[in-house]
């Protein structure tokens, strides 16, 4: 048995003991140590595709990017979750439109938009803006009803100033390049996604909804990536590319994804989303250390702000 089957097998049982998490409670104990170490792996792990998005820029168009990506991550998704998608086809049905919504904003908007960007900014830029992403989870759980906590809402703000200070180079004055406006429209699709998380029906198990949503959102990119084929051209397999979309197709998206699936059933979207907020310090320390973009002391002084932030702001209670 794999370690995506043993996953889900226990996906309803925690579910049924997080649905409290719905109204706020965000797990505790074990269930609480679990889920943000999910959505530590996710934030991880897609800090790496940041880095991808801008190494691959200049050799393979943005849109062809994104649909190999998800190409490859249903062909690694396929061999675990093709028999539970089948056995659950009457009950997908039965929720095409919440599939159809979630796979618009996680797969065919977000990474599109993020990959888009790679062309005009650099990597610890797209890290430090898709760190705007957890301030809508949070906006969205507490309109939903959801209590936040003190702690966590300080968390988030101090994560947020430490945000704030890197993307304006200690001023606070904003200067966007066209990249970031692309990347301000993932953080949105990204935000929006983990929160309608909260919605998916507790029925359709783990395997089946991120299959199925790989392939709906693959399939909704298919007209734009056949316009950029015809327009653009394709670009040359070797080494340097199909390596990338490797990690972006299998680590990137079939694990990450379905690592933060989970941790979203467990904690909550605005819980997870503080430990989101480590991601602009990934990014940056990747890359500086894979494409040789700067970091000083303010970018050593804003991650600690950012760690801070996160361990308040993640930490059990509500005070």
């Not at 610890?124 to 009803?145: K, W």
């Not at 670009?235 to 979309?245: D, G, H, N, Y």
């Given at each position: 048995m794999s370690v995506l089957d043993r996953s889900d097998s226990d996906s309803v049982g925690a579910r049924s003991g997080t649905e409290g998490g719905r109204t706020g409670s965000g797990g505790t104990g074990a269930g609480l140590g679990v889920g943000l170490a999910l959505a530590a792996l996710a934030t991880v792990v897609w800090s790496g595709s940041f880095v991808t998005s801008r190494a691959l820029a200049d050799s393979v168009p943005p849109i062809q990017h994104a649909f190999w990506r998800w190409i490859i991550a249903i062909a690694a998704v396929a061999p675990f979750a093709v028999r539970q998608t089948w056995r659950q086809r009457a009950l997908l049905r039965q929720h095409l439109?919440?599939?159809?919504?979630?796979?618009?904003?996680?797969?065919?908007?977000?990474?599109?938009?993020?990959?888009?960007?790679?062309?005009?900014?650099?990597?610890?830029?797209?890290?430090?803006?898709?760190?705007?992403?957890?301030?809508?989870?949070?906006?969205?759980?507490?309109?939903?009803?959801?209590?936040?906590?003190?702690?966590?809402?300080?968390?988030?703000?101090?994560?947020?100033?430490?945000?704030?200070?890197?993307?304006?180079?200690?001023?606070?004055?904003?200067?966007?390049?066209?990249?970031?406006?692309?990347?301000?429209?993932?953080?949105?699709?990204?935000?929006?996604?983990?929160?309608?998380?909260?919605?998916?029906?507790?029925?359709?198990?783990?395997?089946?909804?991120?299959?199925?949503?790989?392939?709906?959102?693959?399939?909704?990119?298919?007209?734009?990536?056949?316009?950029?084929?015809?327009?653009?051209?394709?670009?040359?397999?070797?080494?340097?590319?199909?390596?990338?979309?490797?990690?972006?197709g299998v680590i990137s998206s079939a694990v990450a994804f379905f690592a933060w699936n989970k941790a979203i059933a467990a904690i909550g979207a605005a819980r997870a989303g503080v430990v989101y907020y480590l991601q602009p310090v990934c990014v940056a320390l990747l890359s500086f250390a894979v494409l040789g973009e700067g970091m000083g002391w303010l970018q050593v002084m804003c991650m600690g702000l950012i760690l801070g932030g996160v361990v308040l702001g993640s930490s059990a209670g509500r005070k």
């Open positions: 439109g919440f599939l159809l919504a979630a796979s618009l904003l996680g797969v065919t908007v977000y990474n599109t938009l993020v990959n888009q960007a790679g062309v005009t900014t650099t990597a610890g830029n797209m890290g430090m803006i898709m760190a705007a992403s957890p301030v809508l989870m949070a906006v969205y759980e507490r309109l939903g009803g959801a209590r936040l906590g003190a702690r966590r809402v300080t968390g988030m703000l101090v994560a947020c100033v430490g945000v704030l200070l890197l993307v304006s180079g200690g001023s606070l004055a904003m200067d966007l390049a066209v990249g970031d406006l692309w990347v301000i429209g993932g953080a949105v699709a990204f935000g929006s996604y983990s929160a309608l998380l909260r919605r998916r029906p507790a029925e359709i198990s783990g395997l089946p909804f991120l299959f199925t949503t790989f392939v709906l959102g693959a399939l909704m990119l298919l007209p734009v990536f056949l316009v950029s084929l015809a327009v653009q051209g394709g670009f040359e397999p070797t080494a340097a590319t199909v390596s990338p979309l490797l990690y972006v």
